[in-house]
């Protein structure tokens, strides 16, 4: 009988244990662009990173914990490359606050619920706001 009560209760621990684990996982991201880094080297593992248009940049100034991204000229510039992008999420070129280049970032533009959307797809710690890049401001998928 003792058996029977050990064994759900080993369960449940195990089943909270792996469910915690998923939000501390510094790869939860559903896409690279946004994964933390502490260099640049550590973004883009599945794809040639020769071929991706613009410097592959972890943009540690502006985002604790860094953010995988790299500049671009324009949308078309994000995700053209094999490998770069693992799946469908939406990217847009913007330049973030002051930085003098843009950058490949996850939007949050035109979909349904704006409010829940990078928390749901990129990141639980992600939230919808504006990149701060003045006149060519875009909404993306940050942490705060």
């Known amino acids: 009988m003792k058996i029977v009560i050990v064994l759900p ?3 449940l621990v195990a089943s909270v244990y792996v469910t915690a684990c998923d939000y501390d996982d510094d790869d939860y991201n ?3 662009a946004g994964q933390s880094c502490e260099g640049p080297e550590e973004c883009y593992p599945e794809a040639d ?3 991706i ?3 592959i940049e972890c943009l540690s100034d ?3 914990g860094g953010y995988c991204t790299h500049t671009c000229q324009n949308d078309e510039n994000c995700c053209a490359v094999v490998g770069e992008c693992k799946s469908d999420l939406p990217q847009v ?3 973030l606050e002051s930085a003098p280049e843009n950058y490949c970032f ?3 533009e035109d979909v349904e619920d704006e409010e829940n959307y ?3 797809y990129v990141h639980p710690d992600f939230h919808c706001r504006s990149t701060g890049g003045g006149s060519d401001n875009r909404k993306v998928c940050l942490p705060n």
Do not use: K, Q, S
Request: negative net charge; hydrophobic residues 35%; proline residues 4%.
């Open 9 to 11: 209760v080993f369960l």
């Open 30 to 32: 559903e896409e690279y």
């Open 49 to 51: 990173t020769d071929a």
């Open 53 to 55: 248009e613009g410097d």
């Open 62 to 64: 502006w985002v604790d």
């Open 93 to 95: 070129c913007a330049p």
């Open 106 to 108: 996850v939007t949050c």
């Open 118 to 120: 990078c928390e749901t």
